[in-house]
């Protein structure tokens, strides 16, 4: 069984461009998370799907971000304009979403965006 | 608030020996789970072991077991038998029963010397 698939895994861009990046989750997995990670630190979730509803984007800058996951499989994050600060990791990770693997988050490799 | 510390930024152990990883978490909620997540330097994070809060008995997964001490909000890491493998980030994490939100803390960086 495949993955939870992130492409692309690197991303170099100059600030004010646009980025985008794709996450397909392991078949079945209900629940999608995007996280940003900076180094050295532990993940920070931008927003969090329910199937195709976004039930918890409170931390996603949404004057730049935005995400969607058509149809409950797969989702795109994007950020038009980058800003340097912007440079992380991002990670995508799905799980079940309920019953006993509700709990079992699996991550992607995660794509690495650096902001010049 | 839920939140989740680990005060140990970076940890060293040599071959073969015994580390222990420390975290401590704090939630009013009683039902949750706990997690240590590995993210070795190719940095796909991988579930290492967890932890039902219900249940009294600490988890173990083959040369990894925990320490969960509840009223203590505790949670700790022993690795045995370290290996050159094991050398990664380690982030300690919690899900309350109530909702599919993690909460994960800031990681220690442990290295493993041959």
């Known amino acids: 069984e495949a993955g939870v698939v992130q492409s692309p895994r690197y991303k170099i861009i100059e600030k004010k461009q646009p980025v985008a990046f794709w996450c397909n989750p392991i078949s079945g997995h209900n629940t999608l998370y995007w996280y940003r990670q900076n180094l050295g630190q532990g993940p920070e979730l931008l927003i969090r799907y329910e199937n195709e509803e976004a039930v918890d984007d409170s931390q996603l800058p949404k004057d730049r971000f935005s995400a969607e996951r058509l149809k409950g499989v797969d989702s795109t994050l994007k950020i038009q304009p980058a800003e340097l600060g912007d440079s992380a990791v991002y990670l995508c990770?799905?799980?079940?979403?309920?019953?006993?693997?509700?709990?079992?988050?699996?991550f992607g490799a995660g794509s690495r965006l650096t902001v010049l | 608030a839920q939140t989740v510390t680990q005060s140990q930024p970076e940890m060293s152990v040599q071959e073969a020996e015994t580390v222990t990883l420390s975290c401590t978490y704090d939630?009013?909620?009683?039902?949750?789970?706990l997690f240590w997540y590995k993210q070795p330097p190719s940095r796909q994070m991988i579930l290492v072991i967890r932890q039902e809060a219900y249940k009294q008995q600490n988890a173990t997964e083959n040369r990894f077991s925990v320490n969960f001490q509840k009223a203590a909000k505790s949670f700790s890491l022993k690795i045995s038998d370290s290996q050159l493998g094991d050398t990664a980030m380690y982030f300690c994490?919690?899900?309350?029963?109530?909702?599919?939100?993690?909460?994960f803390g800031t990681g220690t960086s442990l290295t493993v010397i041959p």
């Open positions: 994490a919690f899900m309350l029963f109530t909702g599919n939100q993690f909460y």
């Open positions: 990770a799905s799980s079940l979403g309920s019953g006993s693997g509700a709990n079992v988050l699996t």
């Open positions: 939630t009013s909620e009683n039902n949750y789970y």
